[in-house]
């Protein structure tokens, strides 16, 4: 029996009395810089998607998985670079996870996870495209030599994370992602995993426990990922049957109430989401446009408010400046000495980050005051 739900027709994420701008009327933030990070197809790797991005030790590390031609065709590994300026110059290329006994293994994609002085990432196996097998952690080897990455086991079967885990008032780690059925089925279950310990056994908590929505449709890629205050958790997921789903924890991620429609365009794409030091909400996203996923923008509250009150242009059709565009797409943010960093794929060949000071995430665009 499939388990009821009272679904509101809207949860207001947007603050109401704020009109939410046009597309057109949308401006950078001041201050915001990018960089390309990593250009495919200057070796055999012509396929890039999925930036993850951490600061560890004063290091900044980027990853995300490669193929040599298409999505998780003939190979695929997760792949990277380190920084030791804050963005500003890039190591030589490294890799994380790899099939190197050619047992068609797909590694695919990788989150980290930076506590005390260990550095943790997490990468989906799978057996073909989308085929999860099972959530793996790699640590930094003691030498944190280029490479140096030790295999250190599954932590969660048939889960594909999504976001960088983070640790509740109580210590516990939530990593968002999705996760299937069972092995050989697609991940289009909406689900957090939650774990005490970086390498324990994660408790993979699913937001949908019959796997599919109230009028039984199935998320096709129920992208995942968390705002967390306390013991309150907001999850926020891909629909590619319209704006993005809002799903609700009050005991730190252990049980779940939603779907809840809201009312911002968040498109059909990976989004991330947190809360900056400012005590700003945010949440970086595809919002809908003429063109495919041309138009990245965040979102912020206002310091200690729930809701969005503000919306930024982060890329944005295609940059002369970088030689690439116009598609922007599956971001990964961190806060890092007084800059949000936000690592994203372009056009699913590059690896740019976005370094915006959080000084100018905070008020309303010019345009609007």
Same mark, same amino acid.
């Given at each position: 029996?499939?388990?009821?739900?009272?679904?509101?027709? #809207?949860? #207001?994420?947007?603050?109401?009395? %704020?009109?939410?701008?046009?597309?057109?009327?949308?401006?950078?933030?001041?201050?915001?810089?990018?960089?390309?990070?990593?250009?495919?197809? *200057?070796?055999?790797?012509? /396929?890039?998607?999925?930036?993850?991005?951490?600061?560890?030790?004063?290091?900044?590390?980027?990853?995300?998985?490669?193929?040599?031609?298409?999505?998780?065709?003939?190979?695929?590994?997760? *792949?990277?670079?380190?920084?030791?300026?804050?963005?500003?110059?890039?190591?030589?290329?490294?890799?994380?996870?790899?099939? *190197?006994?050619?047992?068609?293994?797909?590694?695919?994609?990788?989150?980290?996870?930076?506590?005390?002085?260990?550095? /943790?990432?997490?990468?989906? #196996?799978?057996?073909?495209?989308?085929?999860?097998?099972?959530?793996?952690? /790699?640590?930094?080897?003691?030498?944190?030599?280029?490479?140096?990455?030790?295999?250190?086991?599954?932590?969660?079967?048939?889960?594909?994370?999504?976001?960088?885990?983070?640790?509740?008032?109580?210590?516990?780690?939530?990593?968002? &992602?999705?996760?299937?059925?069972?092995?050989?089925?697609?991940?289009?279950?909406?689900?957090?995993?939650?774990?005490?310990?970086?390498?324990?056994?994660?408790?993979?908590?699913?937001?949908?426990?019959?796997?599919?929505?109230?009028?039984?449709?199935?998320?096709?890629?129920?992208?995942? %990922?968390?705002?967390?205050?306390?013991?309150?958790?907001?999850?926020?997921?891909?629909?590619?049957?319209?704006?993005?789903?809002?799903?609700?924890?009050?005991?730190?991620?252990?049980?779940?109430? &939603?779907?809840?429609?809201?009312?911002?365009?968040?498109?059909?794409?990976?989004?991330?989401?947190?809360?900056?030091?400012?005590?700003?909400?945010?949440?970086? /996203?595809?919002?809908?446009?003429?063109?495919?996923?041309?138009?990245?923008?965040?979102?912020?509250?206002?310091?200690?408010?729930?809701?969005?009150?503000?919306?930024?242009?982060?890329?944005?059709?295609?940059?002369?400046?970088?030689?690439?565009?116009?598609?922007?797409?599956?971001?990964?943010?961190?806060?890092?000495?007084?800059?949000?960093?936000?690592?994203?794929?372009?056009?699913?060949?590059?690896?740019?980050?976005? *370094?915006?000071?959080?000084?100018?995430?905070?008020?309303?665009?010019?345009?609007?005051?």
């Amino acid at each position: 029996m499939r388990r009821e739900y009272f679904v509101p027709e #809207t949860l #207001t994420l947007w603050n109401a009395a %704020t009109p939410y701008p046009a597309n057109g009327d949308l401006v950078y933030p001041a201050g915001i810089e990018h960089t390309v990070v990593h250009r495919a197809g *200057r070796d055999k790797y012509r /396929f890039l998607h999925d930036c993850a991005i951490v600061a560890h030790n004063g290091v900044l590390f980027a990853a995300w998985y490669n193929c040599p031609e298409g999505e998780i065709v003939g190979e695929s590994l997760i *792949r990277g670079r380190r920084s030791a300026d804050d963005g500003s110059t890039w190591s030589g290329v490294e890799v994380i996870a790899a099939d *190197r006994d050619g047992k068609g293994v797909f590694y695919v994609p990788v989150q980290f996870l930076s506590t005390g002085d260990d550095l /943790f990432a997490y990468v989906s #196996t799978m057996t073909g495209h989308d085929l999860v097998v099972s959530c793996e952690a /790699f640590k930094l080897g003691a030498s944190g030599a280029l490479s140096d990455w030790v295999p250190c086991g599954t932590v969660a079967p048939l889960f594909l994370p999504n976001a960088t885990p983070v640790k509740t008032d109580d210590g516990t780690f939530l990593m968002a &992602g999705r996760c299937a059925e069972r092995t050989g089925q697609l991940p289009m279950i909406p689900a957090v995993a939650r774990s005490k310990a970086p390498l324990g056994d994660w408790e993979v908590v699913r937001l949908l426990p019959e796997g599919v929505l109230p009028n039984g449709r199935s998320l096709k890629y129920p992208e995942t %990922t968390l705002v967390v205050e306390g013991a309150d958790v907001t999850a926020f997921v891909r629909n590619d049957h319209g704006f993005a789903l809002l799903f609700l924890s009050t005991d730190g991620g252990r049980t779940w109430r &939603g779907p809840f429609e809201q009312n911002m365009p968040l498109g059909a794409a990976k989004m991330c989401s947190g809360i900056l030091s400012t005590g700003q909400r945010y949440v970086v /996203f595809n919002t809908p446009s003429d063109g495919y996923r041309d138009l990245l923008t965040i979102a912020v509250s206002r310091p200690g408010e729930r809701e969005f009150s503000t919306v930024w242009k982060v890329a944005h059709g295609f940059s002369e400046v970088l030689g690439c565009g116009s598609e922007w797409s599956y971001p990964c943010a961190l806060e890092h000495n007084g800059m949000l960093l936000i690592a994203y794929t372009s056009e699913k060949h590059h690896c740019v980050v976005a *370094r915006i000071p959080v000084a100018s995430l905070i008020g309303f665009p010019p345009s609007r005051e």
